[in-house]
């Protein structure tokens, strides 16, 4: 089984900083696409940004500048530093794999984490 384990949420104030941390552990030969999503209640899951095991990375408009998504392939591990952080990046984030290739040569699909919660707020 493959599991993605996410850290470092929190409550944080306006303008500060937060550090997500995703692992995943099993019998993982590689990953493709990491990323990371967030969700408020009511309304759907959105990505925040996404990164390719090559290094190619994507972000929503309201992550640019702010956010930087960083992964470690030997590890199975992808980070979301984020920057100034305001009211409105308070959600439940949620570490997303596209494609993971097991070492039995099985793929599996669409795995997400259980979710950490950001909350900003003085």
């Known amino acids: 089984q493959v599991q993605l384990v996410e850290s470092g949420g929190g409550l944080v104030q306006p303008g500060g900083s937060l550090r997500l941390s995703c692992a995943a552990s099993?019998?993982?030969?590689?990953?493709?696409?990491m990323g990371w999503y967030r969700q408020v209640p009511g309304r759907e899951r959105e990505l925040v940004g996404a990164?390719?095991?090559?290094?190619?990375?994507n972000y929503a408009d309201s992550a640019k500048g702010r956010f930087t998504i960083s992964r470690d392939n030997a590890k199975n591990t992808v980070d979301l530093a984020m920057n100034n952080l305001k009211p409105e990046d308070t959600a439940v984030y949620f570490c997303?794999?596209?494609?993971?290739?097991?070492?039995?040569?099985?793929?599996?699909?669409?795995?997400w984490g259980q979710g950490t919660q950001v909350t900003v707020s003085s």
């Open positions: 099993g019998s993982i030969v590689s990953i493709n696409v």
């Open positions: 990164i390719t095991r090559g290094g190619g990375t």
């Open positions: 997303h794999a596209d494609r993971i290739l097991l070492f039995d040569s099985r793929w599996m699909y669409n795995v």
